[in-house]
Nanobody
Framework: QVQLVESGGGLVQAGGSLRLSCKAS????????MGWYRQAPGKQRELVAT???????NHAGSVKGRFTISRDNAKNTVSLQMNSLKPEDTAVYYC?????????WGQGTQVTVSS
């Protein structure tokens, strides 16, 4: 079993920046994928960015050029640097770890961008 603990959400004005962090603990195997998803009120959860343990990244088109995912395999952490934030980025952001057929989720952290 894997536990994920997120931090770094908050309230920011449009154009501002926030950094989200997530630390994983428990039974973590190599070859996993860590990432961030978000869910806005009334919408489905959507992928924001993922990163393999080998360093390959995938960013959603809506955040490319503004958000950057990074990870530290030795510390089992993943971070999301969010710049040029927009009101439409407002959502609960969830950390995810995927390995084999198993998915672990964090409790979520609220990001609110005011216009």
């Amino acid at each position: 079993q894997v536990q994920l603990v997120e931090s770094g959400g908050g309230l920011v004005q449009a154009g501002g920046s926030l950094r989200l962090s997530c630390k994983a603990s428990g039974s973590i195997f190599s070859g996993n994928v860590m990432g961030w998803y978000r869910q806005a009120p009334g919408k489905q959860r959507e992928l924001v960015a993922t990163m393999t343990s080998g360093g390959s990244t995938n960013h959603a088109g809506s955040v490319k050029g503004r958000f950057t995912i990074s990870r530290d395999n030795a510390k089992n952490t993943v971070s999301l640097q969010m710049n040029s934030l927009k009101p439409e980025d407002t959502a609960v952001y969830y950390c995810n770890l995927h390995q084999g057929n198993y998915d672990a989720w964090g409790q979520g952290t609220q990001v609110t961008v005011s216009s």
